[in-house]
Each structure stands twice: as C-alpha cells, then as structure tokens.
C-alpha cells in the first residue's frame, strides 16, 4: 500500500518532549495501562506502537514488571523515549513495518497499545493496521487503544507549531473498523479532553479496551 509520511516523522522530531508538557493529563492511557497491569503476569510482552516519548505508558508498564517494546517513526522521539525509559527497547519504525514475517516482525505479544498513534495514518491504512496487530497478538491477547472522535480522513492540523495530518471516526464507525480487524472490545470510555497549551481545539478521547479471541 502506498505510503505518505511527509512531515510527519519531523513533526515529532521538533515537538520533542514538549508534547508531554502540552498534554500532561492522560487520565485514560494511565488507566488503559492501569488494565494490562493489572491483566497480565509478570514479564509479559507488551508492543507500544508510536510509543512517544516513552511517558506515561511504556515507563508504567516497565514499572509493572511488563518488558516493553516501543516503536515510533520520530527518531526524535524514540531517543527520548530510551532516555526516559532505560529498562524498555525501542525501535525507530513506522506502524507499516511491523508485518508478521516481514523483515522487521517484532515478534509475537501478549497485549498492545496505540494511544493516539493510529490516527496519523491515512483512513485506507487504518484497517490494515488493525489486522497486523491482531496477527502480532497472541490469542487471547489484549489491546488497548485511544483515539480523537472526528470525522476526518489524513486532515491537515496545526499541532504545537507544527502541520500534522490526522484521520479519525465518528464511535459507531470507530467500533466497525475495530471489529471488522477481529476484536472483540471489552470496555470504552471517552474524556473530554482541552490541551494544556495547543492550538488545537478540545477533542473527545476515545479509548477501547479490546481482546483478540482465543
Ligand atoms: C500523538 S503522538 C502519541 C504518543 C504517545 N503514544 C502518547 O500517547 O503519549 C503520536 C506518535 O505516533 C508517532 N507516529 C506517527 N506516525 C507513525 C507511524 N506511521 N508509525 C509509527 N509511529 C508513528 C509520532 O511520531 C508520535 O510519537
């Protein structure tokens, strides 16, 4: 499938870590993670799938004695995300290069998250990204997931300085996409979510807990 990630990688490479102090509250990623801590036995492997800066997520994890892998396409961001979080392993990758048997399969995983990462994917790759990481999911095995609740489709943003393109889905169509990709979802909520110091207007948080069938 063609790809198109023109400023997107940069975007986060100039951000850094001022996007943790532009979002400092994260209610439901925590609890999303709170969920898998508390799901999973110890050393179990969990994917963080545009992992960030590491913070709050793959370092909540590690904490929980969860051995964590990180991926992001912002070289920017996986060397924070190393800096902050010594004890997980991070890989400058985008979500397209993760295919099972592929030369960078990262393996088979008892849970994974994506908070916010799947959305700076074009709509006609989303899908398709949902079906790669059921397949990396052992059964049985859970994943959590946040989004923005709009209606857009690789829609042009002003996000801290900088133009990001976004896709998102109205819930209903959210909760298609996700079980057509084949899980089953456990749990949602939503917050109402205004950003300590954006451009960007507040949005309404989605977040799915899911499990791939046994
Ligand atoms: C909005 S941030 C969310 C970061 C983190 N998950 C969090 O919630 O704090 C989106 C992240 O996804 C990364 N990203 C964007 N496109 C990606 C892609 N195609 N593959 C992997 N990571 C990507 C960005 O570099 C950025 O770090």
């Not at 100039?14 to 994260?26: L, S, V």
């Not at 492997?45 to 051995?67: K, N, S």
């Not at 994917?121 to 999911?137: D, F, M, Q």
């Not at 109205?170 to 298609?176: C, G, N, V």
């Amino acid at each position: 499938m063609e790809r198109d990630r023109a400023g997107q990688a940069e975007a986060f490479d100039a951000i850094g870590d001022g996007y943790d102090n532009a979002f400092p509250h994260k209610e439901g990623q925590v609890a999303a993670g709170e969920w898998l801590a508390k799901s999973l036995p110890a050393a179990s492997r969990v994917l963080d799938i545009g992992c960030g800066t590491g913070l709050p997520t793959a370092r909540q994890l590690t904490e929980a004695g969860l051995e964590v892998v990180g991926v992001d396409l912002s070289a920017g961001m996986v060397e924070l995300a190393r800096r902050n979080v010594p004890d997980a392993v991070f890989h400058r990758l985008d979500i397209a290069d993760l295919v099972p048997g592929g030369p960078h399969d990262p393996g088979r995983f008892d849970a994974v998250t994506a908070f916010f990462s799947l959305l700076m994917l074009p709509r006609r790759e989303i899908p398709y990204a949902l079906r790669t990481v059921r397949e990396l999911l052992v059964p049985g095995g859970l994943f959590a997931l946040s989004m923005v609740e709009a209606d857009v489709d690789d829609f042009a943003i002003p996000f801290l300085g900088n133009t990001i393109r976004v896709s998102g889905y109205l819930r209903d169509d959210l909760r298609k996409v996700v079980r057509d990709a084949g899980f089953e979802i456990v749990e949602e909520s939503s917050y109402s979510y205004a950003p300590a110091s954006t451009d960007a207007p507040p949005e309404e948080q989605l977040f799915l807990h899911c499990r791939r069938p046994v």
